[in-house]
């Protein structure tokens, strides 16, 4: 069975940072691009970043480049995603998904897995 479980969301101040990780089981981790996405309150799930199966490649959304920042570590079956600077717009539920793919997704019809989400919280 496949899980992935994504922690290190909570209340941050404007401007602040926080480091969220998803720890992944139940697959070959090492063969799935990786991927962030959030979802406001009343909102469309969004793309954030992605992560090729070897993290040689990374790619991001507007919204976060230069922010955030995704890297993995295929020893212990885990994503991370740094964010920095964060803003109020940054409220939403984040979530973690796999794509089998040894290239970066976009798409996120092409994710198989997801994680349940964690909430992030930014004040102004």
């Known amino acids: 069975q496949v899980q992935l479980v994504e922690s290190g969301g909570g209340l941050v101040q404007a401007g602040g940072s926080l480091r969220l990780s998803c720890a992944a089981s139940?697959?070959?981790?090492?063969?799935?691009?990786m991927g962030w996405f959030r979802q406001a309150s009343g909102k469309e799930r969004e793309f954030l970043a992605t992560?090729?199966?070897?993290?040689?490649?990374?790619y991001y959304a507007d919204s976060v480049k230069g922010r955030f920042t995704i890297s993995r570590d295929n020893a212990k079956n885990t994503v991370f995603l740094q964010m920095n600077s964060l803003k109020p717009e940054d409220t939403a539920v984040y979530f973690c998904?796999?794509?089998?793919?040894?290239?970066?997704?976009?798409?996120?019809?092409?994710?198989?897995?997801w994680g349940q989400g964690t909430q992030v919280t930014v004040s102004s």
């Open positions: 992560i090729s199966w070897s993290g040689g490649s990374t």
């Open positions: 998904a796999a794509a089998l793919s040894s290239r970066v997704v976009l798409s996120i019809r092409n994710y198989r897995y």
């Open positions: 139940g697959l070959t981790f090492s063969s799935y691009a």
